[in-house]
Nanobody, 119 residues
Framework: QVQLVESGGGLVQAGGSLRLSCAAS????????MGWFRQAPGKEREFVAS????????YYSDSVKGRFSISRDRAMNTVYLQMNSLKPEDTAVYYC????????????WGQGTQVTVSS
C-alpha cells in the first residue's frame, strides 16, 4: 500500500501560477507512472499530465500543454505540477495518481487539492 498526499492548491487570479506537490509514502514502491487529474464541479474527472517513472517521459492534455509542467524529485519521492498562466477554467479539484507495476491503470489516488482561479 502507498499513500499519496497532495499539497499546494489554493486561490489565484487568472494569469497566476501555482505548484502542486504529491508525496508518496513509500520510496521503494514499484510504479509505472504518476500523474495528475482534475475534476471540476459537474464534470467528469479528466487527465491533466503524467510522467513515466522509468525514463521520465511526460504527457499532457491539450488543454494544459504549454502552460503546465510535470516534474519529479526521485530522492524526495515526490511529483510536482507547475501550473502557469492559469485560467478560470482550470478551477477544479486536482488529484495525484500512481500506477503500480502490474496494474492496468492508475490504482492509487490522493485525496485531492482544490485549485480556484478567479477572473
Amino acid at each position: 500500500q502507498v499513500q499519496l498526499v497532495e499539497s499546494g492548491g489554493g486561490l489565484v487570479q487568472a494569469g497566476g501560477s501555482l505548484r502542486l506537490s504529491c508525496a508518496a509514502s513509500q520510496r521503494t514502491f514499484s510504479r509505472v507512472a504518476m500523474g495528475w487529474f482534475r475534476q471540476a464541479p459537474g464534470k467528469e474527472r479528466e487527465f491533466v499530465a503524467s510522467m513515466r517513472w522509468s525514463g521520465g517521459t511526460t504527457y499532457y492534455s491539450d488543454s494544459v500543454k504549454g502552460r503546465f509542467s510535470i516534474s519529479r524529485d526521485r530522492a524526495m519521492n515526490t511529483v510536482y505540477l507547475q501550473m502557469n498562466s492559469l485560467k478560470p477554467e482550470d478551477t477544479a479539484v486536482y488529484y495525484c495518481a500512481l500506477q503500480q507495476v502490474g496494474a492496468t491503470g492508475y490504482n492509487y489516488w490522493g485525496q485531492g487539492t482544490q485549485v480556484t482561479v478567479s477572473s
